[in-house]
């Protein structure tokens, strides 16, 4: 029997290295990891290197060459049980009044368009072989107004209501889709934040602080786990929103 394999888009960023470092603990080598990466090799062969039971693949994901190819990869190491559509952009900051068509096309190609068409065309393989998992990293702005993230918002709130659309056709077939909302977490995209905004944002979070991508890749875990989640969009933002 050909082993199940964990795809986790985007895994030489923060928050992505973290869920293969969760995955691959929780499940004591046993999933076989996808590592997919764009650039940043150097990051991508690391987290390679410390993980048992792995492989790397690199595509740009805003194409439909780059998403084949993730599909082709995955297929060849095995079946493709979970998806965690991780990658992801938030930039250009832009006031709504500013937007420019070239930043909707990109926000909404990485964020919106890309996980879109990876779970079409995951989900098939999943429901040939009977079960899968997706979980899609949505963010707290989805539900939050912040100025300059409006093209953002509006990718994650439709990566949203695009995973409760697809846990209500595909729950039946075997398919699970769920999503992870996190807060501010200490990664790269966050790292540019000014000392000021960073003490705002701070007041705002029950918390007080900006959280780890370790809590986010738990909660990850826990939704691909616990077999009766499916459309749910979980929180990991230290009580921001409350
Ligand atoms: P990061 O910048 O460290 O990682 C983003 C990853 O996405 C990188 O590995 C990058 O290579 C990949 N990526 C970007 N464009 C791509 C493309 N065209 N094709 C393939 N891969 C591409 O940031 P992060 O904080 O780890 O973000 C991971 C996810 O978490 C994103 O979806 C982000 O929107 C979400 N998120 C982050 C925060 C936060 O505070 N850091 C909060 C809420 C949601």
């Known amino acids: 029997m050909s082993q199940d394999v964990a ?3 985007g895994s030489s960023g923060g928050i992505g ?6 995955l691959s603990e929780k499940s004591s080598g046993e999933l076989r990891l996808g590592l997919h990466y764009k650039g940043n090799a150097e990051a991508a062969k690391a987290l390679h290197s410390e993980i048992p039971n792995s492989f790397l693949i690199q595509a740009d994901l805003s194409t439909s060459v780059g998403r084949g190819a993730l599909l082709e990869a995955c297929l060849k190491e095995g079946n493709p049980y979970i998806l965690v559509n991780n990658a992801g952009i938030d930039k250009p900051h832009e006031p709504a009044l500013n937007i420019r068509e070239d930043s909707l096309d990109l926000i909404l190609g990485v964020n919106f368009k890309t996980p879109a068409l990876l779970m079409r065309d995951f989900a098939k393989e999943m429901i040939k072989s009977g079960s899968g998992v997706i979980v899609n990293v949505s963010s707290i702005l989805a539900k939050k107004a912040l100025t ?11 990566l949203e209501a695009l995973t409760k659309q697809l846990a209500f056709e595909w729950g039946p077939k075997g398919v699970r889709v769920n999503a992870v909302s996190p807060g501010f977490i200490e990664t790269a995209m966050t790292e540019t934040i000014g000392p000021e905004t960073r ?3 701070r007041q705002e979070i029950a918390l007080g602080q900006f959280g ?8 990850v875990a826990h939704l691909i786990e616990n077999d009766y989640l499916n459309g749910a969009v979980l929180s990991v933002d230290g009580g921001m929103r409350l």
């Not at 290295?17 to 969760?22: D, Y």
């Not at 780890?212 to 909660?219: H, I, Q, Y």
């Open 148 to 158: 300059g993230s409006a093209v953002y918002r509006a990718s994650k709130a439709a």
């Open 199 to 201: 003490n705002l944002i």
């Open 212 to 219: 780890a991508a370790e809590a986010v890749a738990l909660a």
């Open 7 to 9: 795809v986790i888009t």
């Open 17 to 22: 290295r973290a869920i293969a470092k969760v």
